[in-house]
């Protein structure tokens, strides 16, 4: 099973990509759960059921510890991909040590795309350094789903 972690200030845009991810591994036949972390966009209010069933599962509270346990129970089950979108407000140090914490959990690569949106004011540039800092990729808005998926 593979992780891959979305994350950044983009909410919307990295809600998006999350889904978008999904549906296209969906259709390569690869089975795929989506871990929504989100918190000013569920994942579940943009998600077009007609067109794309998604499994979506919320992780609400501290994602270090809610993590591990969805993790455990997941990688009893046949997924090949879990997308997790985190929420915009983690530090991205607590979401390394998060990702660093389930180690032990039967995963087989761990990635991370940091989701960044310069449209808006650059209010938070250590932000942003910490992001691109821990992330295996980097996309600014506007990118291509193809980009995303070179992290694969």
Not at 15 to 42: C, I, K, S, W, Y
Request: hydrophobic share 45%; proline share 3%; charged share 20%.
């Amino acid at each position: 099973m593979k992780l891959i972690a979305i994350t950044g200030l983009a909410g919307i845009e990295k809600g998006r990509l999350t889904l978008d991810m999904a549906t296209h591994l969906q259709r390569q036949g690869q089975r795929v759960l989506v871990l929504d972390n989100g918190e000013n966009n569920p994942l579940n209010t943009l998600q077009d059921h007609a067109l794309s069933p998604i499994t979506i599962e919320r992780i609400t509270g501290d994602l270090s510890v809610a993590l591990y346990s969805h993790l455990a129970e997941i990688s009893k089950q046949d997924m090949d991909i879990v997308l997790l979108n985190v929420a915009e407000s983690l530090n991205p140090e607590e979401l390394y040590a998060s990702l660093t914490g389930i180690a032990e959990i039967n995963i087989e690569d761990v990635r991370v795309i940091a989701v960044l949106d310069d449209r808006t004011c650059n209010c938070f540039p250590h932000v942003q350094d910490l992001l691109e800092q821990f992330a295996d990729l980097t996309l600014t808005y506007p990118f291509t789903l193809e980009e995303a998926l070179s992290v694969l």
